[in-house]
T-cell receptor, first 109, second 116 residues
Framework: GQNIDQPTEMTATEGAIVQINCTYQ??????LFWYQQHAGEAPTFLSY??LDGLEEKGRFSSFLSRSKGYSYLLLKELQMKDSASYLC??????????WGAGTKLIIKP | IAGITQAPTSQILAAGRRMTLRCTQD?????MYWYRQDLGLGLRLIHY???????GKGEVPDGYSVSRANTDDFPLTLASAVPSQTSVYFC???????????????FGPGTRLTVL
């Protein structure tokens, strides 16, 4: 079957670093997406990985290992505004996105 | 209009009623999508359209229909609403189909629908 797994909730401290993991089992893989969603708002795009390795974009980085079906999102220098849900998504056999349930990140001062 | 808009913002609907959720984008994107988001389940694809004039079924299409008469508009219709269709509905668009291009999807603000 096709499945995306990520932790339900994580807590971190302001200024620290947090890593949110995602494992996937999908057919028709054509890349791994990360989106951010603040409570009551729409998801917004963070990153896209199609090749193995680390993609860095400011305070956020995303890593992909296709052989392991694994990705992570790394957030550095955490700010209170980073409190949100982080959604992992990959493509299915119809080349549409399959989404994980999201990881709710709580930032404490 | 800037980006992608949805209407209404929220709606309470009696079971058995017909309802159309509207979605319009001004980015000239070819692909559009309808998702529902329920607590603990994440986003699930209802229907999609890779280009004007074509539509496809997603993961949870039953009870919903769509049309794509032009590039900008992608309405979602519930023919006879049921309580299990209570959810937050998001419309999204991308320049080309996400699965073949890796293009990011842009989301509308969502419609919160309650079916009683």
């Amino acid at each position: 079957g096709q499945n995306i797994d990520q932790p339900t909730e994580m807590t971190a401290t302001e200024g620290a670093i947090v890593q949110i993991n995602c494992t996937y089992q999908t057919s028709g893989f054509n890349g791994l997406f990360w989106y951010q969603q603040h409570a009551g708002e729409a998801p917004t795009f963070l990153s896209y990985n199609v090749l193995d390795g680390l993609e860095e974009k400011g305070r956020f980085s995303s890593f992909l290992s296709r052989s392991k079906g694994y990705s992570y999102l790394l957030l550095k220098e955490l700010q209170m505004k980073d409190s949100a849900s982080y959604l992992c998504a990959s493509t299915d056999s119809n080349y549409q996105l399959i989404w994980g349930a999201g990881t709710k990140l709580i930032i404490k001062p | 209009i800037a980006g992608i808009t949805q209407a209404p913002t929220s709606q309470i609907l009696a079971a058995g009623r017909r309802m159309t959720l509207r979605c319009t984008q001004d980015m000239r994107h070819n692909a559009m999508y309808w998702y529902r988001q329920d607590l603990g389940l994440g986003l699930r694809l209802i229907h999609y359209s890779n280009t004007a004039g074509t539509t496809g079924k997603g993961e949870v299409p039953d009870g919903y229909s769509v049309s794509r008469a032009n590039t900008d508009d992608f309405p979602l219709t519930l023919a006879s609403a049921v309580p299990s269709q209570t959810s937050v509905y998001f419309c999204a668009s991308s320049d080309s189909p996400v699965g073949t291009s890796g293009n990011e999807q842009f989301f509308g603000p969502g419609t919160r629908l309650t079916v009683l």
